[in-house]
């Protein structure tokens, strides 16, 4: 089974720090466990499959895919033109090798082709080395940091 992710874009954060500072703060509880939420207009389709093969919701902030949390569920909320998804993810942050991506509208699905490699569990400062992250990612990647 091809595991299904989804990809979201980052708003009102500039930074990986400032969006893990928000995800620390807006907790709620989901199935008896701590959770944050990404708010939309639509749930996916494939919402099933996307829990099956343990998916996740790749972020992208200021036009880089940087991070992922795992996707825990899925709940439509409200009626009519106030309905509403709630996509439940887990608050661990796994910070991933740092792509560009352009803007774009609402989730989009995301194949296991195109996902960037995790890096691990981030934590807020850990980006303060003077360096671009995707500077970093590299000479990570290449054994040097």
């Known amino acids: 089974m091809m595991t299904l992710h989804i990809r979201k874009l980052v708003v009102g954060a500039e930074t990986l720090d400032e969006f893990a500072e928000i995800q620390k703060r807006d907790r709620v509880k989901y199935n008896g466990q701590s959770a944050c939420v990404i708010r939309t207009r639509f749930m996916p389709k494939q919402a099933d499959e996307i829990l099956a093969g343990g ?7 200021k036009g880089k895919m940087c991070c992922r949390q795992k996707i825990l569920g899925f709940e439509m909320v409200g009626e009519g033109k ?3 998804c ?3 993810i887990d608050p661990e942050i796994i910070e991933t090798a740092h792509m560009p991506h352009r ?5 989009r699905y995301l194949k296991p082709a195109d996902v960037p490699p995790d890096i691990g569990p981030y ?3 850990s980006h303060k080395t003077g360096l671009p992250p995707e500077m970093a990612a590299e000479l990570r990647d290449a054994g040097l940091l």
């Not at 998916?55 to 902030?61: D, T």
């Not at 803007?103 to 989730?107: I, K, L, N, V």
């Open 55 to 61: 998916g996740s919701a790749y972020r992208v902030i």
């Open 86 to 88: 709630r996509i439940y």
């Open 103 to 107: 803007p774009f509208q609402g989730w």
């Open 123 to 125: 934590k807020i400062g």
């Open 82 to 84: 106030n309905k509403s």
